[in-house]
């Protein structure tokens, strides 16, 4: 009977112990709900700034659920930052389009900084590859540059030919960024350096 008890208290705990989570699960999800609904609020603001930092958090939340209401804004969006902002959220939510011109971005003066910014983020540098061969020579310089920092064994291939390009400003864009792609193949490959057995003289010291 006492054994019975127990595996009752035992299955019992079990239960209480999956229901907490999935009560704890379900509460950091509403929590997060509730905090971008207060976050797409912010893209009616006045300020052009609050817009632009709503719109770059939603981005970060990658919140799906205000898509809809993301693309109203950005159809009637004035400021050229703000628009810049709402696709890079637009894209995160999975509107792949997007891209072109976040892209596009890496040609004017006075957004290509912001664009960087943004593709720098990107969890892979693949979706750029199909842009280096289509874009003028400042985006290509910018693209690269985005490269330096995202690309992997893959992108060396992909660079390579611009490292041979007449522009000189090409050239070295992709030769700064072969050199930072192969700095940081060598970092993570490299194998940890073993620590050597010190050998000491002093017979006072204690044996290793």
């Known amino acids: ?26 509460e950091a999800g509403a929590s997060q709900s509730v905090n971008s609904a207060t976050v797409a609020r912010k893209l009616s603001s006045v300020n052009a700034v609050e817009r632009r930092e709503a719109a770059e958090e939603l981005a970060r939340l990658a919140a799906v659920e205000h898509r809809r209401l ?23 939510m999975g509107k792949n389009e997007s891209l072109f011109q976040l892209v596009r971005a890496l040609g004017s003066k006075k957004q290509a900084e912001q664009s960087v910014g943004y593709l720098k983020q990107l969890e892979s540098p693949e979706p750029l590859y199909i842009f280096l061969n289509h874009v003028n020579g400042n985006t290509q310089i910018r693209l690269l540059e985005v490269l330096a920092a995202t690309g992997n064994e893959g992108t060396l291939e992909r660079i390579k ?36 057995r010190k050998v000491g003289s002093n017979e006072n010291e204690p044996p290793l």
Request: aromatic letters at 10%; glycine letters at 4%; charged letters at 25%.
């Open 161 to 196: 030919p611009f490292t041979e390009s007449l522009d000189p400003g090409i050239a070295d864009a992709a030769k700064f960024a072969e050199r930072e792609i192969n700095l940081r193949l060598q970092e993570t490959t490299a194998p940890e350096p073993k620590r050597q």
């Open 1 to 26: 009977m006492k054994i019975f008890c127990s595996a009752l208290i035992l299955i019992f705990s079990s239960f209480v112990a999956g229901a907490a989570s999935v009560v704890a699960q379900d």
């Open 70 to 92: 993301v693309e109203g804004y950005r159809v009637q969006e004035r400021d050229a930052r703000v628009r810049l902002a709402l696709d890079w959220a637009l894209y995160r």
